[in-house]
């Protein structure tokens, strides 16, 4: 969603903001702007509609020369897309960009009535209320911090003003704000991305906290502004991280290098000779590994269905544990109970999404541990929790989640085998499942080879239709969720994902010669079960597609086989062929594959 940058140094702040929102895109914008003051302190503002080349052209027309200043991508909340509801907005001294939510700017509005409004939105009514603030010798700090008691809601925002031309001010609550400390120079940002390549040093900004920046660096004080000393932190990654490699997409990317980013998440936590795995984030005592009775996960969208698929995992090693996966929007309002002797796992990949931060917080008021699985490093979700792991998959970019769903997934099942061995569950399965964890990043690579070619001509010939259903039983299930959604994310065609056994309670009478149906199909007990509905199918007009690691002859229109050492993990082999067939048919079809329309990398609003 939204993003901040700021940058106060001696570079030209024009190209360190452009350069920041780029690194920004990927979340998902719709319009975008800079501020800067000029060696004069003359104020200059620059905004646009679509893209930062829409800005970089306004820009070249009348190029920013200063030395201070701050930007933003905007994705509308309050208001319509145009330019003048884009970020920064200026209000008599005050110049801001902001990330969330104020949920009484109507009240504040109506308080604020001897100002004129210009745009819609509820960021305008932010910057007059500092305004209204900056007066009778406060300082922007001050100003800034009388304002935002006033304020519920959510923000993280970045501000300046002529009056204090060396200085900027930045603040959050629920939303995330990183302070970048450089040689000479402060670059501030929502999203760690945008600093790397600048510095490695960083203070993450906690809620209710409040920071004055200069080129020297940064003084953090809470809102009643006590000076706080906070340790700087370092930024993991790199530059080439985030760029596209040679690939045309950062999403063929993430599919393409989950060979390689595996390696990351198993490092150190599999031993396949011994069959055991072990996670040290946790921090779990032998007491609470033995005491835990019921786990419940947490997470929206890929990471739910993440969640699903380490569920039934969960529950074939771990024999007296219940487990129960919830969708962090619904679960946040249920009056939900949980047995003690309960643990939580709160599945993110962005660490920062608005329903399962609130949902980790209901959780953690009812005494329960949370650990984290999140996969962005220093988010609020991984500040948050208990305790927890980071399933190291590397930046992910792409508005659709695929690297990070493998990865979750491997992270919990390496959390339950190490909670199995202290429940007495079957050492056999439990090294099985080691072993292959431990081959996972090379049939991996195998699979994505042996079949992309494929999965391109498949792309081709479905890329026409509007309708798909996905189905799959038992463990193949979640993926069969999952393919539908990546799908529908970036082809915007119709899919809907289905336990196969459901298909005679209702979806089949959609069920006709416009609809194709992907069946993933594994080779296990439940093979002869997970081949019914194919031939309803096909015999109603539908195109049938199947994925499976089955030798056997199978009808259908289509047939992908895996032919690979894995056994229990082979949904997440197939899953990465329905991230190619996905990717493929989003391509054929011309969308915008990595910035798929209406959506957003990371949500942090409801
Ligand atoms: C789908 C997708 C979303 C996210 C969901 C949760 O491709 O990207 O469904 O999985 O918004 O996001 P995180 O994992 O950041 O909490």
């Known amino acids: 969603m939204c993003g901040i940058v700021g940058y106060v140094g001696n570079k030209t702040a024009q190209n360190v903001l452009l350069s920041g929102l780029k690194r920004l895109e990927y979340r998902g914008y719709d319009s975008a702007g800079i501020a800067t003051l000029d060696e004069d302190k003359e104020p200059h503002i620059a905004r646009s509609v679509g893209k930062i080349s829409e800005l970089e052209q306004v820009l070249s027309a009348k190029p920013h020369t200063g030395h201070l200043g701050i930007g933003h991508t905007r994705w509308a909340t309050h208001g319509g897309v145009t330019v003048t509801n884009a970020h920064p907005h200026h209000v008599g001294n005050v110049f801001l960009v902001h990330n969330g939510i104020i949920e009484n700017y109507k009240e504040l509005k109506e308080q604020l009535s001897s100002y004129e409004f210009k745009s819609d939105t509820d960021t305008e009514v932010l910057a007059a209320l500092i305004d209204s603030n900056y007066k009778d010798g406060a300082s922007l700090k001050d100003a800034v911090a009388k304002a935002l008691k006033e304020v519920r809601g959510t923000y993280g925002i970045a501000a300046f003003s002529p009056n204090e031309p060396d200085t900027i001010v930045v603040a959050r609550l629920g939303s995330p ?18 600093l790397l390549g600048y510095t490695r040093e960083a203070i993450y900004l906690n809620d209710g906290e409040i920071a004055v920046c200069n080129k020297d660096g940064a003084e953090v004080f809470n809102l009643n502004l006590k000076h706080l000393s906070p340790n700087p932190e370092t930024i993991e990654g790199d530059v080439e991280q985030i760029q596209k490699g040679g690939y045309k997409h950062f999403l063929l990317k993430e599919i393409m290098e989950q060979a390689t980013t595996l390696p990351n998440t198993l490092s150190g936590r599999v031993d396949a000779k011994n069959g055991t795995m072990h996670l040290g984030g946790p921090n779990l005592t032998t007491k609470e590994m033995r005491d835990v009775r019921h786990i419940v996960i947490v997470g929206c969208g890929t990471a739910y269905y993440a969640g699903l698929l380490a569920s039934y995992y969960m529950e074939q090693l771990i024999p007296d544990i219940t487990t129960e996966v919830v969708i962090a929007s619904e679960y946040r309002y249920r009056s939900f109970h949980l047995p003690k002797n309960s643990l939580a796992l709160i599945v993110s990949q962005s660490g920062e999404t608005a329903d399962t931060l609130a949902c980790l917080r209901e959780i953690k008021k009812r005494g329960i541990k949370t650990l984290g699985i999140v996969n962005v490093i220093g988010s609020t979700i991984a500040r948050e929790v208990d305790g927890g792991t980071y399933v190291h998959a590397g930046p992910e970019i792409s508005v659709a989640s695929t690297k990070a769903f493998t990865a979750q997934v491997v992270t919990m099942l390496m959390f339950a085998g190490m909670i199995a061995s202290y429940h007495g569950g079957n050492a056999e399965l439990i090294h099985k499942f080691a072993k292959e964890l431990s081959i996972l990043p090379t049939e ?15 792309a081709k010939k479905y890329a026409k239709y509007n309708d798909a259903l996905y189905l799959g039983r038992d463990t193949a299930y979640p993926i069969a969720l999952e393919g539908a959604l990546k799908l529908k994310e970036i082809s915007y ?19 006709d ?47 992908v086989r895996v032919d690979s050492k894995i056994e229990l993990l082979m949904p997440i082999l197939l899953n990465t062929l329905q991230q190619l067939f996905a990717y493929y048919v989003a391509v054929e079809r011309g969308n915008d594959v990595d910035q798929p329309r209406n959506l957003a990398k990371s949500v942090t609003v409801e």
Request: net charge negative; aromatic share 6%.
């Open 177 to 194: 704000l990183i302070i970048g400390l450089g040689k000479d120079e402060t670059i501030i940002a929502s999203d760690a991305s945008a």
């Open 493 to 511: 065609i119709h899919a809907e994902g289905y336990a196969s056994g459901e298909l005679k309670h209702g979806p089949i009478a959609l069920v």
């Open 444 to 458: 991996i690579e195998k699979c994505l080879n042996d079949h992309r070619a494929e999965m391109e001509q498949l």
């Open 513 to 559: 010669e416009t609809f194709f149906e992907v069946f993933d199909i594994l080779d296990n007990w439940l093979y002869d079960k997970s081949l019914g509905g194919l031939h309803e199918v096909r015999a109603r007009g539908g195109k049938a597609i199947v994925l499976t690691n089955s030798k056997a002859d199978i009808e259908a229109d289509d047939i």
